[in-house]
Nanobody, 125 residues
Framework: QVQVVESGGGSVQAGDSLTLSCAAS????????MAWFRQVPGKEREFGAGISWNGGTTRYADSVKGRFTISRDNAKSIMYLHMNSLTPEDTAVYYCAVGRQLVVLSDSAQRYEYWGQGIQVTVSS
């Protein structure tokens, strides 16, 4: 049974930092690309950051580049998103996504097979 669980969300002030974690099980974590997406009400889910199966390649949306860092620990089957210099525009529900088999890295939600339930991040000005 596949499980994908996000943690670490919450409410912070602009300029603060926050780290999200995604713990996954039920599949071979070390063989899958992983990503973080985010969504605000009334808008489509958008790609935030992605990481290849071995962590060797990462990709970021322009809106978070230079502020967010994605990483993974394959031994623990956990992925992280370190978020710095947060702004109110980063307020969203953040989702952990597991890439489909053979997907190297993608910013398209259709390339991801399993999703977490989402976790709220709220940044106040």
């Amino acid at each position: 049974q596949v499980q994908v669980v996000e943690s670490g969300g919450g409410s912070v002030q602009a300029g603060d930092s926050l780290t999200l974690s995604c713990a996954a099980s039920g599949f071979t974590f070390s063989s899958r690309a992983m990503a973080w997406f985010r969504q605000v009400p009334g808008k489509e889910r958008e790609f935030g950051a992605g990481i290849s199966w071995n962590g060797g390649t990462t990709r970021y949306a322009d809106s978070v580049k230079g502020r967010f860092t994605i990483s993974r620990d394959n031994a623990k089957s956990i992925m992280y998103l370190h978020m710095n210099s947060l702004t109110p525009e980063d307020t969203a529900v953040y989702y952990c996504a597991v890439g489909r088999q053979l997907v190297v890295l993608s910013d398209s939600a259709q390339r991801y097979e399993y999703w977490g339930q989402g976790i709220q991040v709220t940044v106040s000005s």
